[in-house]
């Protein structure tokens, strides 16, 4: 296997291992989302496509760049997820808005459910392992991951 094979490898199973951590943290495991989680996943949703395209576009110039480019939306979600994870441990102050979980309904059905909702914190680590939240998980996984990437890239090897 190549290093242009093994970054290929790592741009798809990073963002959707990442993503399918999120889920079945937030339906499996119940931890909902605040808004700065959802920003972490948007570059990963971008992440899947752009490596997807890398084993299906013809010319090896272009899956390079495919794969170079679902690299850079891996950081940036790895970057997002160091600023919340900073946000989390009080290093500085974050967004002022936070999430809630609640759906489109009837008027009363809609007032009801955000009445009940619980409010999800994004200063708020709502699950740690060794001191580390998820988002700092994901700053981890994210820009060591990308940062992997490149090197594979630039290290060479046939696309």
């Not at 093994?6 to 931890?31: E, K, N, V």
């Not at 970057?79 to 008027?107: D, K, M, N, Q, R």
């Not at 060591?144 to 630039?154: K, N």
Request: net charge positive; charged share 10%; aromatic share 12%.
């Amino acid at each position: 296997m190549t290093g242009f094979d093994r970054a290929r490898w790592l741009a798809l199973l990073i963002p959707f291992g990442l993503l399918a951590g999120a889920y079945g943290s937030q339906y499996i495991g119940g931890l909902y989302p605040c808004e700065m989680c959802w920003w972490q996943r948007w570059p990963h949703f971008a992440a899947l496509p752009l490596a997807l395209g890398a084993f299906v576009i013809g010319g090896p110039g272009a899956r390079k760049a495919l794969v170079a480019a679902a690299a850079l939306a891996i950081l940036v979600s790895g970057l997002i997820g160091g600023f919340h994870a900073g946000v989390e441990y009080g290093w500085w102050e974050g967004i002022t808005t936070c999430s809630s979980t609640v759906t489109p309904g009837s008027g009363k059905d809609v007032l009801d459910a955000i009445l009940n909702a619980p409010l999800i914190r994004c200063d708020v680590a709502p699950w740690t392992l060794f001191g580390i939240s998820l988002a700092g998980f994901n700053f981890l996984i994210s820009t060591l991951g990308a940062i992997a990437i490149l090197a594979l890239l630039r290290k060479g090897g046939n696309a």
